[in-house]
Every structure is written in structure tokens, then in C-alpha cells.
């Protein structure tokens, strides 16, 4: 086999071939991906910055806030250049542990993601259903802790994936129909059985994405209750309001995710592959473009904030 090391059986490296039956349209298709990911770049490193410069904005929701717009430039930054690099300038070759560090990190920063979008609906919980013990409940030390617990739950689960691609013997080339290594698009090329790897998979996504979403469900479950149990329309628009950028977040994220879920098992044959290739870079490149402008159009105190520190440069 092309590219395969001694044993004939792990390839040294991998071809990714990008957008299938659509080579020809790469170096346009490239401009729209190249543009939201400057966009999303530049809108949570600006919101990051915003977050920490601004004192009034020192608050659980902000640093959690913070956290997400982390994870999201860090996650397309992970594939993103590479894309455009085979797009562009056909750079198409990947070394083998190269492209297993690229999985990892694609699948540990989008669990990161949805558990970061969990611990903010438990801050919406909190904030809305116990408002006066929301500061010393949500304390920078908890805060810390709950995030580093989310990040070491997506490490953990995510690096049995890197020793179940390494195990599989491949011996069906080396070319990946794909603009970035994912785990199962890496174990098809594999003439071993990949039972394992589809099980494991389908296992961490119950134990992110559904515990996730079931937590998530809850505590809107008890927000709506707290909301509607108020007497003032006044206070009952005012707590739902609070929750109206994380709501944007979760649809954006989750809408994405299902599609490219359901798409990959139970598409078939209808769905072409490109649109499956397409749909699964939009799942990794939207939330992190959308997310920084759904808070700074709906959050009063970012769009305050953002316009102090240009009137602060602006003096200066």
C-alpha cells in the first residue's frame, strides 16, 4: 500500500481529499469557510478580551461565556487552516499521528463545547431560581472546578479514540473522503472490524450529548416554572430575556449536531457525500461564527461594553 510503513498494515500517512466530486470548485468553496472563520477568530478573541477588561462583566455567566468562545476558536482553528490549505494549495497529505491528534482534539473540544453550554443553562438555573444565593453558590472556585471537571470528562472519553484508530490494520488505502481526520471516516479505510470503534463512539455520545441535553432539558424544565410562577409580567419577561442568548447557542449548536448524526447513520445512499461533507463542517464552523454575534446582539452588558472600550480608544 502507497504511503504504508514495514508492516504493511499503518500507513504512514493519509490523503485528505476534501469535498468529494466537487475538487474542481475547492478554491471557492474555500472563501465562504475562510470567512467565517476570521469572523469567529476575531468575535470570541474580541469577547474574551471584553471579558476580562471589563470589570462589570466579572460575573458566572460571562466566565462561562469566556469558556465557550475558548473552546470554539480553539476548535476551528484545529481543522480550519488545514482545510484551507487542501482547498488552496492541495496540501492534501497528513501524517498518520498528526491525524489522529487532529481527531482528538475535533471530538474533545466539541464535547467540551456541549458541556460547556450545560454548566450555562445550570447558571441560568441558579440565576433565575435562586437569585439572591447566586453569588455564593456560583464562586470562582466552583466555577473553576466544574470547568476543569467538563474539560477532564471530554479528555478522558475522547482519548480511547486515538488507541482504537491505532490498533485497526489498513488495507484499503490511505485516501480519507474528507477536510478533516473524524474518527469513523479513519476507521472505514481499516480492512479490521470497526465494530468497537462505532460502539465507543455511539457510547460517548450518550454520555456527552445526552447527559448534556438532559441536563440542559431540566433546568429549562425548572426555569419555566420559576418564570411562570412570577406575578409581575414586568419580572417574568426580564428572567426569560437572560435566557434568550444561551437558547440562540443551543439551537445553533445542537440543530447542526443532530443533522450530521442522523445524516451519517441513517442518510444512506440519499444523501449525497458531498452534502455530508458540507454539513459536517458547518456543524464545527456555525456555532463558533454565530455564537459572539447572538450575545453581542442580545446581551445588553456586552453591547455596553463593547461600546465603553471603543469610546475609552477613541478618547485615548
Not at 476534501?18 to 474555500?30: K, S
Not at 419580572?235 to 426569560?240: D, I, Y
Amino acid at each position: 500500500m502507497h504511503g504504508a510503513n514495514s508492516s504493511g498494515l499503518t500507513p504512514r500517512h493519509f490523503i485528505l481529499n476534501g469535498i468529494p466530486e466537487l475538487e474542481a470548485l475547492h478554491i471557492w468553496i474555500a472563501l465562504p469557510f475562510c470567512f467565517m472563520y476570521v469572523t469567529a477568530v476575531l468575535g470570541n478573541c474580541g469577547l474574551i478580551y471584553l471579558i476580562g477588561h471589563e470589570e462589570a462583566l466579572h460575573r458566572p455567566m460571562y466566565y462561562f461565556l469566556a469558556l465557550l468562545s475558548l473552546t470554539d476558536v480553539s476548535g476551528c482553528t484545529s481543522f480550519v487552516p488545514n482545510m484551507l490549505c487542501i482547498f488552496w494549495f492541495n496540501l492534501k497529505e497528513i501524517d498518520f499521528n498528526a491525524c489522529l491528534v487532529q481527531m482528538f482534539f475535533i471530538h474533545m473540544l466539541t464535547g467540551m463545547e456541549s458541556g460547556v453550554l450545560m454548566l450555562m443553562a445550570l447558571d441560568r438555573y441558579v440565576a433565575i431560581c435562586y437569585p439572591l444565593r447566586y453569588s455564593t453558590i456560583l464562586t470562582n472556585t466552583v466555577i473553576t472546578k466544574v470547568g476543569f471537571a467538563t474539560f477532564s470528562r471530554s479528555v478522558l472519553l475522547m482519548i480511547p479514540f486515538a488507541f482504537l484508530i491505532k490498533r485497526l490494520p489498513y488495507c484499503r488505502g490511505n485516501l480519507i473522503h474528507h477536510t478533516y481526520c473524524d474518527h469513523m471516516s479513519v476507521a472505514k479505510l481499516s480492512c479490521g472490524n470497526i465494530k468497537i470503534n462505532a460502539i465507543y463512539g455511539l457510547i460517548v455520545a450518550i454520555l456527552i450529548g445526552g447527559f448534556d441535553m438532559f441536563c440542559i432539558f431540566m433546568s429549562y424544565t425548572m426555569i419555566i416554572r420559576a418564570v411562570v410562577s412570577l406575578s409581575s409580567a414586568d419580572a417574568r419577561h426580564k428572567a426569560s430575556s437572560t435566557c434568550t442568548s444561551h437558547i440562540c447557542a443551543i439551537v445553533i449548536t445542537y440543530v447542526p449536531a443532530f443533522f450530521n448524526f442522523f445524516t451519517h447513520r441513517f442518510g444512506g445512499r440519499t444523501i449525497p457525500h458531498h452534502v455530508h461533507i458540507f454539513i459536517a463542517n458547518l456543524y464545527l464552523l456555525l456555532p463558533p461564527t454565530l455564537n459572539p454575534i447572538v450575545y453581542g446582539v442580545k446581551t445588553k452588558q456586552i453591547r455596553e461594553g463593547v461600546i465603553k472600550l471603543f469610546s475609552e480608544r477613541k478618547i485615548f
